[in-house]
C-alpha cells in the first residue's frame, strides 16, 4: 500500500488507530514480490536445437550429432565449438588463431551447464582446446576462471599436450604486420570473431560454450567478454541463454548476455531482447560506428533470435526444422 493511501485510511479515526484489515492488506502488499520467469511452454517447443554465432556450419553440424544421438546440451556445446577450435582455416579461435602483438597466440573460452555451474579460462596458451579445460575448471575445481601460466599448468595436470598454436599463415600474417603495427577492429573481418554456441537437448536443458583467440594483435595480456560469465555468455535453465561477438569491451560494460536473458525473462522474446541489448551498448556510444557487437539468443521454448550493430552477423541453427543460417537485423541498416 502506498504511504499516502495508508495515512488517507488512517484518518477516519481520531486517535490514529487502524481497522485489523487494513494492517493485513498493508502486511501483505508490502511484501517483496519475485520476477518470475516468463517463459512459457508452447504446445511443441522445439528440442532439441543448437545455435551458434556466425557461419560455422561444421560446428551447428558436430552439436546437432551429439543431440541427435541423445546427447546432452553440454557435451554438445563443447564438441560443437570444438571444430572450430582445430580448424586452421578459421583464424580467430584455438589452433591458428592471430597472436597478440607480442607474438603470443592467447586463448579465452568459457562454459555453462543447465544448473548454472561454470568455468573460464583466460589468456591460456599452447592448448588447442580451451573450451575443454574449461569445462574441467568448472568440474575439477572449487573454482571459475583460471588465468595464464595457472591455467596452462592446470591443463597439463589435466593431461592436455602441449601445442604449437602458430600455422604458417598466421605467422607470416604476423611478421607482415609488423612493418607497421598498426591496430584497428576491422568490422565484420576475421580478425576477432568468436563462436559462442547455445543448445537444448531433448530433455530441454539448456548449455552454452564460447571461445576465441581474442582480437588480432591486441594488447597483451587483453582480454574480451567472451570467457566472462554475463558478457560473453549466460545460461538460464528456466529462461534461455544468450552470447556474443564482436568488440569485447562493449559487451562488458553492459554485461550483455545475462542482460538479455534477464530481458527474456520479464517476458521479451529473443529477438526483442538482442534488440535491446545492442540499443543498450549504441546508447553509450551515441554515433559511433566503429565496431560490431552480435547477440545471439534463445529462449527456453527454442525460440531464437539475433542483433548487430552492423550488416553482416548472420547466427547458424540446426533443430528438426532444418539446418539453417540466418541473416539478422542491425541497429545501422
Same mark, same amino acid.
Given at each position: 500500500m502506498k504511504r499516502r493511501n495508508f495515512l488517507k485510511n488512517s484518518s477516519l479515526t481520531a486517535a490514529g488507530l487502524v481497522s485489523a484489515s487494513a494492517i493485513t492488506a498493508c502486511n501483505t502488499e508490502n511484501k517483496p514480490v519475485e520476477t518470475p520467469a516468463v517463459?512459457?511452454?508452447?504446445?511443441?517447443?522445439?528440442?532439441?536445437i543448437v545455435v551458434c554465432t556466425w557461419n560455422f556450419l561444421n560446428a551447428t553440424d558436430k552439436a546437432w550429432e551429439v543431440l541427435k544421438s541423445g546427447g546432452t546440451s553440454l557435451d554438445a556445446v563443447e564438441q560443437g565449438v570444438m571444430v572450430e577450435e582445430a580448424d586452421v582455416t578459421n583464424e580467430t579461435v584455438g589452433k591458428g588463431g592471430?597472436?597478440?602483438?607480442?607474438?603470443?597466440?592467447?586463448?579465452?573460452?568459457?562454459?555453462?551447464?543447465?544448473?548454472g555451474n561454470c568455468g573460464s579460462v583466460v589468456y591460456l596458451q599452447n592448448i588447442v582446446h580451451p573450451v575443454s579445460v574449461a569445462r574441467k575448471v568448472m568440474e575439477e575445481t572449487p573454482h571459475i576462471i583460471l588465468a595464464g601460466k595457472g591455467a596452462e599448468k592446470f591443463a597439463y595436470e589435466q593431461g592436455f599436450k602441449k601445442e604449437d598454436l602458430f600455422t604458417e599463415s598466421t605467422r607470416k600474417q604476423y611478421e607482415e604486420w609488423l612493418n607497421t603495427s598498426k591496430y584497428e577492429t576491422t568490422i565484420n573481418i576475421e580478425n576477432h570473431d568468436t563462436i559462442g554456441m547455445l543448445a537444448i537437448d531433448a530433455n530441454g536443458d539448456l548449455s552454452g560454450a564460447c571461445t576465441t583467440s581474442g582480437m588480432a594483435y591486441k594488447v597483451g595480456g587483453r582480454v574480451g567478454d567472451s570467457p566472462i560469465i554475463g558478457a560473453g555468455l549466460y545460461v538460464d535453465n528456466e529462461v534461455g541463454g544468450a552470447t556474443a561477438t564482436g568488440v569485447g569491451e562493449e559487451v562488458i560494460r553492459t554485461v550483455g548476455s545475462f542482460l538479455i536473458v534477464e530481458l527474456m525473462r520479464q517476458g521479451k522474446s529473443p529477438q526483442e531482447a538482442c534488440e535491446e541489448g545492442v540499443k543498450r551498448i549504441m546508447k553509450k556510444n551515441e554515433g559511433r560506428k566503429d565496431f560490431q557487437i552480435g547477440f545471439l539468443a534463445i529462449n527456453k521454448n527454442g525460440e531464437t533470435g539475433g542483433y548487430c550493430v552492423h550488416p553482416g552477423f548472420t547466427y &547458424? $541453427?540446426?533443430?528438426?526444422?532444418g539446418?539453417?543460417? &540466418? $541473416?539478422?537485423?542491425?541497429?545501422y541498416s
Open positions: 517463459a512459457t511452454t508452447p504446445v511443441d517447443p522445439i528440442k532439441p592471430r597472436p597478440d602483438r607480442d607474438g603470443n597466440v592467447t586463448l579465452d573460452a568459457c562454459i555453462m551447464d543447465k544448473d &547458424r $541453427e540446426y533443430s528438426e526444422k539446418h539453417v543460417n &540466418r $541473416e539478422v537485423k542491425s541497429f
